[in-house]
């Protein structure tokens, strides 16, 4: 049986996302014309020409201002606003009674205004997965500097799931009065694990709020605000549809919004602030927390991206992505070495269930020593094929999925000349030999089957 044969056997419901084959030539014709593999879909999306030309076309046929006034181009500006944030509340099917969206230049920069303003106190708690983005391990700093607890729960191999047990154990310990919150991404960046979005309501009804980092699950998932009711929701735009790269959100219940006390004030943020009567007044809701002047030019194409991917729809693009993981996943699994030895140790979740288009692996020659990734990194720049390397600023997944130890960190750390440098040659020294990084290859929605087969393709060279 061929390839083919073989893929369309195990995934028929590929052919169910054929309407992404057009989308591809269309809007990524750049792919093929420069035999480009892209594999970095976890990283950003590329850009979709018609978005591109959609928007453009915008900023060519109108006046758009600064939209801190009422002067016509202002008004046009503050319209385009005012309809991107419903747009975003629509995708996320979100009451907007309930839920709002703060503009911010990017998911790291939402998580910060969180971090910032989350009222932490010595008798709260910040409980966060090992598996997280370095922007939500980030927040640890502001909720120890204010006297909080700061809990790790861990993942577990091999599948790279949360320790449900120990989460559910701090989720139902009792509360010793202060506030408490709970982080975790809907979808690992390492792994490309799902962690159970149903946590949310079980924290809730312990008394916890729930920051849910959604920047790698939102891409080829559906989120829907109706049903799982976090607090707080962080993105990118530029992972979702490519374009553009500056904008990205919070997205919180109005009430959890309340709660957050802003460590300072800036220009948009106010009603009133008075230099001589040393007094600020904030503004209500979103315009709380949305410093300075907004990327108003660019806001329209969050909403024709939104209306991008609806009209491709997100089942689909989510089914394409599923199919070509399980098959990657099948793929990179059955390769081995003349002796036997298989070629890639992957870290998550063995099949499609509960995980995203993310796949991380390290490669290991015959003998099982693991090659390193930064040679692998070289050898698929130069085939002209875009995967990452690394950590992916997920450095719990990462000791995780390579068994670095906390007693091997802390005895790095301490040693005198590391106080305040690391270069990563000190590191790999400190772990001894150890991976101190693993390959990541993604998928997204202008992924085909022929993308997956350059991939194992290449893996293929490093066959012993
Ligand atoms: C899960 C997750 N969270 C947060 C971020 C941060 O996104 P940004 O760099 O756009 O702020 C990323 C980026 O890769 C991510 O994958």
Redesign the pocket.
């Known amino acids: 049986m061929n390839l083919q044969t073989a893929f369309t056997n195990a995934y028929p419901e590929y052919s169910d996302t054929r309407a992404l084959d057009a989308v591809r030539s269309r809007d990524f014709p750049l792919l093929d014309a420069l035999n480009h593999v892209y594999l970095d879909y976890?990283?950003a999306n590329l850009v979709p020409l018609s978005l591109l030309e959609r928007h453009t076309a915008l900023l060519r046929d109108h006046l758009l201002g600064n939209p801190h006034s009422t002067n016509p181009a202002s008004a046009l500006a503050s319209t385009y606003a005012a309809q991107a944030r419903l747009s975003v509340l629509e995708f996320l099917n979100a009451d907007p009674d309930e839920y709002t969206v703060v503009f911010t230049a990017?998911?790291?920069?939402a998580?910060k205004l969180v971090g910032e303003a989350y009222p932490f106190n010595g008798d709260g708690d910040y409980l966060l997965t090992f598996d997280n983005?370095n922007?939500?391990n980030g927040i640890r700093e502001f909720a120890r500097t204010k006297g909080c607890r700061v809990t790790y729960v861990p993942v577990l191999l091999p599948d790279m799931r949360v320790d449900a047990d120990a989460l559910v154990s701090h989720l139902t310990r009792p509360s010793r009065g202060g506030p408490r919150l709970l982080a975790y991404?809907a979808?690992?960046?390492f792994s490309g694990a799902q962690h159970p979005l149903e946590w949310i309501s079980l924290a809730h009804q312990h008394g916890w709020d729930v920051l849910l980092?959604a920047?790698?699950f939102i891409p080829t998932n559906a989120l829907d605000l109706n049903r799982c009711r976090p607090d707080f929701v962080?993105l990118?735009f530029?992972?979702v549809f490519g374009y553009p790269s500056g904008i990205?959100c919070l997205v919180a219940r109005r009430a959890a919004l309340a709660k957050l006390r802003r460590p300072w004030f800036a220009g948009g943020t106010i009603t009133v602030a008075s230099v001589q009567g040393d007094k600020f007044y904030l503004a209500e809701g979103e315009s709380a927390f949305e410093d300075g002047t907004p990327d108003y030019l660019a806001l329209p194409a969050v909403i024709f991206g939104l209306q991008y991917v609806t009209s491709i729809g997100i089942e689909t693009i989510h089914r394409r992505v599923a199919c070509l993981t399980g098959w990657l996943l099948d793929r990179l699994r059955s390769l081995q070495h003349a002796n036997g030895m298989t070629l890639a140790r992957i870290y998550g979740p063995p099949s499609t269930h509960r995980r995203g288009g993310t796949v991380t692996f390290n490669l290991y020659n015959p003998d099982g020593k693991p090659i390193d990734h930064r040679g692998v990194e070289t050898r698929a720049n130069d085939a002209n094929l875009s995967l990452r390397t690394g950590c992916?600023?997920n450095p719990g997944g990462g000791e995780i999925a390579l068994g670095i130890t906390g007693t091997e960190l802390a005895t790095c750390f301490r040693q005198p000349e590391h106080e305040t440098r690391l270069t990563v040659d000190d590191f790999r020294l400190c772990i001894d030999g150890k991976s101190s990084g693993a390959v990541r290859v993604s998928l997204g929605l202008a992924s085909n089957v022929d993308d997956v087969e350059a991939f194992i393709r290449f893996a293929e060279t490093f066959l012993g």
Do not use: E, I
């Open positions: 976890t990283a990017n998911a790291t920069q998580l983005h922007s939500v991404p979808q690992s960046n980092d920047a790698a962080s990118s530029y992972k990205g992916f600023c």
